[in-house]
């Protein structure tokens, strides 16, 4: 998986220690996906293991300097190669629970997209306002501040479609599901979207926790 | 927020058309208000209430019931006659297709707000070169509109709206007509104007430009059901990024 590629491709630049991977991969990254050192080491003696990386000697502390074997380049080549599949990607959290939501009583569905509209569309405008007030920075760290936009913006765009949809079912007054439109769109005593609570407090990955940071 | 002067304040605004049974209720209860160096994007589906709510704020409709004030001025009791002129004198427009007039020049087309409100030819234009200064076109100004991008003629509206003493500026999906990059050049225009202590009304359903504001208001069958502020990025977090 990516940190695996991911310190593999930067090996491929010259033999790296640990620590240099680490500061290396989350400068490149924006720091959306901040690594400890353990991580690295981790994944290290497990590349050593296959083949992948090699020790090139160590510093006066015994830190190891890694540098990639020819099968770890040929294995970083094929990763260049193939495009990351959609289902390779970590579970949806925020799909998964609309999906639930519709259909358990008592959930104020509308209540709940917005409120994580509203969540979604603060993300968004804390990556708009990094993005100004940073205008000079790395290439690399504004394709990933960008990334981080427009995956926003395309959570929000799907809300949009299925407050549209929840809207139509309720005008229609009846849903192929057999779930009764007022169902959907009533709090009945249930849960609501807040006490549901957001994706944060649930530990999951979500727009607004990848923050990204300026290097 | 350099200025916390109150441009524009609506307050339990609801605007609806017919009555009884049939009465549609285009706006109920709305209050909002936008700050001197302050930019807030309206999103909502069509047919929540962006272009009602926008319409009442630069006084081109009346409020059913409660109050707009612009500038500190109460719109709904004056008489149409002395409610454009408030408008003429505080308030822009900004709209998707541009609206400028094709048989005049941009410095023609930005100074023409001022002359009909009775300012003198040279004063007009003087304020009009240095409102398209501004917006960084005054190389263009004595071009035509057909002989500018969508870009640039965009940035001479946000230079008419914005021209002589005019604060308010009401823009209603104006990067709507614009590619992704001139889209956004246009936000980072109507940013910046706002930072230098207009203030900005931005009708959009593009999420992605409704991130430039500092506040965004969720509009639906008329009603405010959220607003957000963005979260403040703790500077900290950009030093540690930095240090690293």
Same mark, same amino acid.
């Given at each position: ?215 | ?116 409100? @009775? !300012?003198? /030819? ?5 304020? #009009?070169?240095? &409102?398209?200064?501004? $917006? ?63 203030? @900005? !009304?931005? /009708? ?5 430009? #409704?991130?430039? &504001?500092?506040?965004? $208001? ?27």
């Amino acid at each position: 998986m990516s940190i695996r590629y991911g310190l593999l491709a930067l090996l491929a630049e010259a033999p790296r220690y640990g620590n240099q991977l680490r500061s290396e991969f989350e400068r490149r990254t924006a720091a959306t996906w901040p690594l400890n050192v353990g991580q690295v080491y981790t994944t290290m003696a497990r590349l050593e293991r296959d083949g992948l990386v090699e020790s090139a000697g160590a510093d006066d502390e015994g830190h190891a300097l890694y540098r990639l074997t020819e099968a770890g380049r040929a294995d970083l080549e094929a990763w260049w190669r193939t495009p990351v599949k959609r289902e390779q990607r970590p579970r949806d959290e925020l799909a998964i629970k609309l999906a639930l939501a519709v259909t358990a009583p008592g959930v104020d569905v509308r209540s709940l997209v917005q409120t994580q509209r509203s969540d979604s569309m603060r993300a968004l405008q804390e990556y708009t306002r990094l993005k100004v007030r940073h205008p000079d920075s790395d290439l690399a760290w504004q394709l990933v501040l960008e990334g981080l936009i427009f995956q926003a913006e395309a959570e929000i765009r799907w809300l949009d479609h299925c407050e549209g949809r929840l809207a139509r079912e309720q005008e229609g007054g009846h849903r192929e599901g057999g779930l009764s439109a007022s169902q959907m769109g009533r709090r009945e005593g249930g849960l609501s979207a807040s006490q549901m609570g957001r994706r944060e407090a649930a530990g999951m990955p979500s727009a607004s926790k990848s923050r990204p940071v300026r290097t | 927020m350099k200025s916390r002067e109150l441009v524009l304040v609506l307050e339990q605004v609801s605007r609806s058309h017919g009555h009884g049974a049939t009465a549609v209720h285009a706006l109920r209860d709305v209050s909002l208000s936008v700050c001197a160096g302050e930019l807030v994007a309206v999103m909502g589906p069509s047919g929540s209430g962006k272009s009602t709510l926008l319409n009442l704020a630069g006084g081109l409709d009346r409020p059913s019931s409660g109050s707009v004030r612009v500038g500190g001025i109460e719109l709904s009791t004056l008489s149409r006659r002395d409610v454009a002129a408030i408008r003429r004198r505080t308030a822009g427009y900004v709209f998707q297709d541009f609206n400028l007039i094709p048989a005049l020049t941009a410095v023609e087309n930005v100074s023409l707000p001022l002359e009909l409100d @009775g !300012v003198g /030819v040279r004063r007009a234009r003087t304020a #009009a070169m240095q &409102a398209l200064a501004e $917006v960084d076109v005054a190389e263009l100004a004595d071009r035509f509109p057909d002989d500018m991008s969508g870009g640039q003629q965009q940035r001479v509206a946000i230079a008419r709206a914005l021209v002589g003493e005019r604060r308010l500026l009401l823009a209603d999906e104006p990067t709507g007509a614009l590619d992704s990059e001139t889209g956004e050049s246009v936000l980072r225009l109507l940013r910046s104007r706002c930072d230098a202590g207009a203030a @900005g !009304v931005l /009708v959009t359903h593009e999420a992605r430009h #409704a991130s430039w &504001a500092d506040r965004v $208001v969720f509009l639906r069958d008329g009603v405010m059901i959220d607003q957000t502020g963005p979260i403040d990025v703790p500077e900290s977090l950009l030093e540690n990024g930095s240090a690293r």
